[in-house]
T-cell receptor, first 115, second 109 residues
């Protein structure tokens, strides 16, 4: 079965270190997204991509970057980890061309703690 | 300015006690409204997509409805396994989803 996987599931890192969270989907979806989830804020969009070599900033993109070199992967990099980036991170993907509202499928999440 | 507001924040039900969750939105051009279920420690699981006012979707004990300003998720005769956080999201002009903060439902046996 096609799926979307995130790794690692849990990560503890130190302030100032660079961290990369992996996201891999096997649905061949064009659209991929990164969200963070914090108590009281719900899911907030960090970055998203509509296809290979396309990346866009979401509402909370400061301190994060992404790159899309193939259809299957959208790694999320924290350039210099800060305690405010302690959160649960979710990757999602969806199919279809622009203009059609199609459901997004989510990974199991990565719990990141910055100490 | 919040685009999606869910209420109540938490809902405690007795098994068999039907209730409704509300999702109100303020986007101007709605392309789709989505309901997801999220269990603790897991990613959101897709439930329904609604596209236009008047549309209804059903799945087991869940029924989602849509008006021009809000959506309702009705839970009929809930069971303990329906305990979860239910998330509402809207899609406006492209593929980005804007989520509400969710309603945490607890169903007691």
């Amino acid at each position: 079965d096609a799926e979307i996987t995130q790794s690692p599931r849990h990560k503890i890192t130190e302030t100032g270190r660079q961290v990369t969270l992996a996201c891999h989907q096997t649905w061949n979806h064009n659209n991929m997204f990164w969200y963070r989830q914090d108590l009281g804020h719900g899911l907030r969009l960090i970055h998203y991509s509509y296809g290979v070599h396309d990346t866009n900033k979401g509402e909370v993109s400061d301190g994060y970057s992404v790159s899309r070199s193939n259809t299957e992967d959208l790694p999320l990099t924290l350039e210099s980890a800060a305690s405010s980036q302690t959160s649960v991170y979710f990757c999602a993907s969806s199919a279809g061309p622009r203009g059609r509202a199609l459901e997004a499928f989510f990974g199991q999440g990565t719990r990141l703690t910055v100490v | 300015e919040d685009q999606v507001t869910q209420s109540p924040e938490a809902l405690r039900l007795q098994e068999g006690e039907s209730s409704s969750l509300n999702c109100s939105y303020t986007v101007s051009g709605l392309r789709g409204l989505f309901w997801y279920r999220q269990d603790p420690g897991k990613g959101p699981e897709f439930l329904f997509t609604l596209y236009s006012a008047g549309e209804e979707k059903e799945k087991e004990r869940l029924k989602a409805t849509l008006t021009k300003k809000e959506s309702f998720l009705h839970i009929t005769a809930p069971k303990p396994e329906d305990s979860a956080t239910y998330l509402c999201a809207v899609q406006e002009n492209d593929y980005k989803l804007s989520f509400g903060a969710g309603t945490t439902v607890t169903v007691r046996a």
